[in-house]
């Protein structure tokens, strides 16, 4: 089972935005709209994000918005703030009932 | 508030079977087509890494990589989540984490909320 794709790392100063990206095949990512966005803080357990490609929970501020184009899927955190920095993995349903994350990005706020 | 703790031994030792439990406070296992509940683990070289689901109390589905090791189960009683992994080997040292999965409107869901997870170490 492949591992969806993405950036080892990004950063962004406060205020602006950044973009994480997710890249998976036409099994998965591209074949689906059951794509899920986690952010984990050190020693902390994966807290949802986004859902359904573009879904936010209630409670997740609107500055965190998901996209899909294709095979690959995006996260995109604007109006950056320093409790932003965390790890993000994204997760896809795929073929044969199973579900694939990605390998996780890791984000500094500058 | 759902909340959801794994515990189980630290440390196995290479080729025995790993044995986690996952208890839930604010809520209940009873099964529904709703929610669903699922083991992933995670290290620092993969990241995330799903290890399987199940739904409806006893149907179950996994990871390709890992379903001839792995079973998911409820209790008898549908009050404990377990996970068993047979043949541990250094490469299954990671992060153990319950979840429960959320059935979408739409058909597959997601994984929310998640517990603390259990470091579970493989070493003789």
């Known amino acids: 089972q492949s591992i969806l794709t993405q950036p080892r790392s990004v950063s962004g100063s406060p205020g602006q935005s950044v973009t994480i990206s997710c890249t998976g095949t036409?099994?998965?990512?591209?074949?689906?709209?059951?794509i899920s966005w986690y952010q984990q803080h050190p020693g902390n357990a994966p807290k949802l994000l986004i859902y359904?490609?573009?879904q936010r929970p209630s409670g997740v501020p609107d500055r965190f918005s998901g996209a899909k184009s294709g095979n690959t899927a995006s996260l995109t955190i604007s109006g950056l703030q320093p409790e932003d920095e965390a790890e993000y993995s994204c997760?896809?349903?795929?073929?044969?009932?199973?579900?694939?994350f990605g390998s996780g990005t890791t984000l500094t706020v500058l | 508030q759902v909340l959801l703790q794994e515990s189980g031994p630290r440390l196995v030792q290479p080729s025995e079977t790993l044995s986690l439990t996952c208890s839930l406070s604010?809520?209940?296992?009873?099964?529904?087509?709703?929610?669903?509940w699922a083991w992933i683990r995670q290290t620092p070289d993969k990241g995330l890494e799903w290890i399987g689901n199940?739904?409806?109390?006893?149907?179950?589905t996994s990871n390709p990589s890992l379903r001839r090791r792995v079973t998911v189960s409820l209790g008898a009683s549908k009050s404990v989540l377990s996970l068993r992994l047979t043949s541990m080997m250094a490469a299954d040292t990671a992060v153990y984490f319950c979840?429960?999965?959320?059935?979408?409107?739409?058909?597959?869901?997601?994984?929310?909320?998640w517990g603390q997870g259990t470091l579970v170490t493989v070493s003789s």
């Open positions: 979840a429960r999965g959320v059935v979408g409107s739409r058909g597959p869901g997601w994984f929310d909320p």
């Open positions: 604010g809520g209940s296992f009873t099964p529904t087509t709703t929610y669903f």
């Open positions: 199940i739904y409806y109390g006893e149907i179950t």
């Open positions: 036409s099994s998965d990512v591209g074949a689906y709209n059951y």
């Open positions: 359904d490609v573009s």
């Open positions: 997760c896809s349903y795929g073929d044969t009932h199973i579900y694939v």
